[in-house]
């Protein structure tokens, strides 16, 4: 079975400039998950979809940041402009649902440095 | 705001040693999943405990939920150097929160 997939996995930008980072999901399932890790400051859920449904936005910065899972199936979460503070991994996540006890699969995720 | 804080923030160990990690919170979980993470690599789910009480033994790991569901442990018996990594609990509410994790290192 093919893990959760996320391109790219290293992304070096000035501060001011826009990326953007793409998440596969493992087929089939429903709830992906976008959380922003720093080192030091554990990890924030930004935003979580149920399908192509908005779950939970409450921690994401909607002055630069957006997402979206237009289909159901991949997601791109984009930061436009970044800021240094925006260094952090990202990490999308899926699982079948979203009921407590689920497994959660995590990628590999998408290291960001901001210069 | 919940939250969920992790104790020690960092642990440097011999190969041998046993150790113990906390996982802390004033919330109430009905679940709450241990992750560990290693360098360059997303995190992977280790256990998930359901009921307060609950003891999960996985090899030389040992998984405590609190009476309360509000706390819970991690013991590494007879550390080795492959234990080494970022140790994440996460309970969940209405969705799931993450600790602040535990950085161990483990030396040969």
């Known amino acids: 079975e093919a893990g959760v997939a996320q391109s790219p996995r290293y992304k070096i930008i000035e501060k001011r400039q826009s990326v953007a980072f793409w998440c596969n999901p493992i087929?089939?399932?429903?709830?992906l998950y976008w959380y922003q890790q720093i080192l030091g400051q554990g990890q924030k859920l930004l935003i979580q979809?149920?399908?192509?449904?908005?779950?939970?936005d409450s921690q994401l910065p909607k002055d630069r940041f957006s997402a979206e899972r237009l289909k159901g199936v991949d997601s791109t979460l984009k930061i436009q402009p970044a800021k240094l503070e925006d260094s952090a991994v990202y990490l999308c996540?899926?699982?079948?649902?979203?009921?407590?006890?689920?497994?959660?699969?995590f990628g590999e995720g998408s290291w960001l440095t901001v210069v | 705001t919940q939250l969920l804080e992790q104790s020690p923030q960092f642990l440097s160990i011999q190969e041998g040693e046993n150790l113990t990690v906390y996982c802390n919170s004033s919330s109430v979980f009905s679940s709450l999943q241990w992750y560990r993470q290693e360098p360059g690599e997303g995190p992977v789910l280790l256990v998930t405990v359901v009921t307060g009480g609950e003891v999960k033994k996985l090899k030389r790991l040992t998984f405590q939920f609190g009476d309360a569901r509000k706390d819970s442990s991690l013991h590494i018996t007879a550390a080795q150097p492959g234990d080494t990594g970022l140790y994440l609990c996460a309970g969940f509410t209405d969705k799931l929160i993450f600790g602040t994790g535990t950085r161990l290192q483990v030396f040969p």
């Open positions: 087929s089939g399932h429903a709830t």
């Open positions: 979809f149920q399908n192509n449904g908005v779950v939970d």
């Open positions: 996540a899926s699982s079948f649902s979203r009921v407590s006890g689920n497994t959660i699969y």
